[in-house]
């Protein structure tokens, strides 16, 4: 119908010339001419002579006035004979103006008209708005309209809404609309309009209804839920379907109520078979009435429904409707026609017109599923077709207890049966799930740890071949997907698995708990933490560490290094605490005052000393000089080498304790000295400046020390830090080194130094063929580093050898070659490099060759 007006109106041609519209019963003539200097209209009292000179100019918006050369008169002639024109200037093809933005696609419309006789001169301006302009969110869009019904005498000329979220099942739907009453030439609200078009409604398949002699048995699901209703006495249409029989929908609407609705969602897997109407609620309703003919919409169905009897008249009468075929759809929709209503209740202005409301107490849709009772829907889950999913949408659709059911009967149902009713149970609030979802993830993730203890026996001698891995456990994943949605919510079931579930689930416990609950997680995983051992109390304290980053743990950070706090935990826990938080312990109000507590206890065993070095480091970085000091003393006297070892190893990063680790690099215990000589390197790769001398103590490390890793260790450091002339000639007499990965360190630096001094010991390394092609290949790119040009044309030939190479050596120092010209970049390179771009090149090499073509130059030519 609103389609259908539109194009109606829409083929009116423009018009430039005044229009006039007689003078009718009661009311008198107008004259309208609209032009691009505005709209002008006149009343008259005959339509003799009446033209819009020396009439009224309407108001326009601004935005509008543009648009005016393009508009439209319409007239339209009401039901009684009376006249209104209407004005509509389409804004298509044009920029949407500010004040109305998505109005390009719109158009701007005005009604007016003559007044009514002995009424006054002026014309009436009855509305004006942009038509068919969306505001609003998306899926809430909201648009204006004016829609002229025609009738059988005349027509009807309404305006209203169309909403995006309230349709018939898709179908747009005018709502809260207005109508002009012919009588006073005004808007009245509370008009009802029927939204179906006619077409459709003459197409629909015809159904009655019949009545049945004693109430129907309740099904125990309800299917439909009501979802937005075009009128409603006191907004309450979500009665129509709440199984009460003592409320009701009653259409808010002047009338018969004809063209009102409520849509209804439904899930599209459960096939409908028919209705079940009662239409009148037990306590009545006041001005009620029944419908003689009603509608039933699905997205691409329509059905008429007729009431044999006046249902009002039927104390508690049921009807049953029996459609023709199962229905299948996501939206249904109960849409008023004619009622059985006294006669006048839809002429709004009739003296005797009473206040009718057309009411439907109950709809209820009839499915195979009638009589079965929540556990047997549980049962037909299993196997997971489509009467499966069926029984699951019903479930999903039907609160709680049938919530509960899924639960009962979850662990007798098999996988395809266990997963629709999964998403059954995902419907129930948090407080419903978690428990279950907790349960299976605890089950689940000792599941998958018996599995893979299982596989990792599978490969002794005597057993069969180790399996290949599971797939990922579908219900574990689904159960931790579920325990992250509702967040703190699932904290304290978690915490009771960490607390005494077994070893695999309090470790998926803890990691859950750390992510969704940060603040509770701390005090669980300490206390948890007490009992723990091995492998579950490093994942524990992992879970631990990740629960202290959050921001939101910590206030309860900070009350558990406390010092009352945390001596009333064990030691184990103490330092647990202390080492998951990391390099933010510097940070941690207390965290300070806690170490100390700890360190300066009596005895001091060997397990807290190693322990604490860490915690130590984090705080010696935020200036904590207590801390300091104590790493110091345990890189420099620390009787246990592994105790020197690991203050070693976090002291990189604290740069008041360079001179330390330089002195540490002698250290008796040949792991102390690696560990010392690596944190030095670390330290002179992020740029810190070392001690004065360090570069000597290196160079006597790399001279002397008896094992390789220890002169490779010194190599390396050496190459990180800048170059000095003790450094490199260091570097230069390592090339004597016995070891080949002591050399290659060498060259490294040497070339990281640009140490041109010594490129004559580095091209000797390169050119010797009985070198190892690894330090080969390491001279080559040093060489290239200190742009060596004299050596282009040996790393051309190394280069096109690699093209046809006779073992791996070639390769090798061919792809060293190719770095070093990239980084030289001869002005020949590209001439040199012209057989290695051929078809017949390998393809690794050949992409290798446009690499070094495509490098930016590092030397000066």
Known sequence: MIAASSTLLGNAAAQAAPVVLPHAAGQQALAVRVDPGGITARACPTAAACAPDGGKALAVPAEVAPLLGGARVVPITLADGKRLAKIEAPAAGKPAPASAPGAAGGSWAMLVAAPLAGKGTEPIVLWSGWTGVAAGEHGEGRSDAVVVEPLGSGSRVLVGQLREDVTICGRPALVGASEVDPRTMTLLKGASFQNLPAEERRAAGKLVAERREADAAAPAFRLLRPTAASSAVGKRFAEIADGDPKTAWSEGKAGAGRGEFVSFSSADEVGITGLGLRIKPQDGVDGGAAPRTLFVATPDRLFQVSLPEDAWLKESAGYEVKLPEEIKASCLAVVLDEAYAPRGAGDRGAPSAPEVRVTIAEVTARTAFDGQGSGALVGALAGGGERSRAAAALLARSGPEAVEAA????????????????????????????????????????????????????????????????????????????????????????????????????????????????????????????????????????????????????????????????????????????????????????????????????????????????????????????????????????????????????????????????????????????????????????????????????????????????????????????????????????????????????????????????????????????????????????????????????????ALRAKAPIGERDQRLGSAALAALGAVHPADLPARLKPLLDKDTPHGLRETARAALAAAPQCRR
């Open 407 to 798: 639960i009962a009967g979850y662990d007798k149902l098999d996988a395809a049966g266990k997963q629709l009713a999964r998403g059954v149970i995902d419907t129930a609030p948090c407080a419903v799930q978690i428990p279950f979802f907790t349960a299976r993830l605890a089950s689940g993730a000792a599941a998958a740890s018996g599995a893979a203890a299982a596989r990792s026996t599978s490969g002794a001698p005597g057993r069969a071949p180790r399996a290949a891995a599971p797939e990922p456990d579908p219900e574990l994943h689904h159960a931790r997907d579920r325990v992250r949605r509702c967040g703190r919510a699932a904290a304290p079931a978690l915490a009771e698995i960490v607390k005494g579930g077994a070893a695999a689930a309090k470790v998926a416990a803890a990691r859950e708990l750390a992510l969704v609950a940060p603040a509770e997680a701390i005090p669980a995983l300490l206390d948890a933490l007490a009992g723990a051992r091995g492998a579950t109390r490093r994942e524990l304290r992992a879970a631990l560490a990740l629960a202290a980053r959050s921001e939101r743990a910590a206030p309860v950070v900070e009350e558990e290094v406390q010092i009352d706090r945390l001596r009333a935990r064990p030691e184990g826990a103490q330092l647990d605490l202390l080492r998951a938080l990391g390099p933010a312990l510097g940070r941690v109000k207390g965290g300070g005052a806690a170490f100390q507590a700890l360190a300066a206890a009596a005895p001091a065993p060997f397990e807290r000393r190693y322990l604490l070095q860490a915690p130590a480091a984090a705080l010696a970085r935020a200036g904590e000089a207590p801390a300091e000091a104590y790493l110091r003393a345990s890189l420099r006297k620390d009787a246990d080498p592994h105790v020197r070892l690991r203050a070693a190893e976090v002291a990189a990063e604290v740069p008041a304790l360079a001179q330390d680790l330089l002195a540490a690099a002698s250290d008796a215990d040949v792991r102390v000295r690696e560990a010392a000589i690596v944190a030095l390197s670390r330290a002179a790769s992020a740029g810190a400046k070392l001690p004065a001398g360090a570069a000597e103590a290196l160079s006597a490390r790399l001279a002397s020390d008896p094992w390789t890793f220890i002169r490779g260790g010194a190599a390396l450091a050496i190459g990180a830090m800048p170059a000095t002339p003790a450094g490199d000639r260091a570097l230069v007499g390592a090339l004597a080194d016995p070891s080949p990965e002591v050399r290659r360190h060498a060259l490294d630096g040497l070339g990281a130094h640009r140490a041109t001094a010594h490129i004559e010991a580095v091209r000797d390394r390169a050119e010797d063929k009985e070198e190892d092609v690894e330090v080969r290949a390491r001279a080559i790119l040093a060489l290239g580093a200190m742009c060596d040009a004299s050596s282009v044309d040996l790393w051309t030939r190394l």
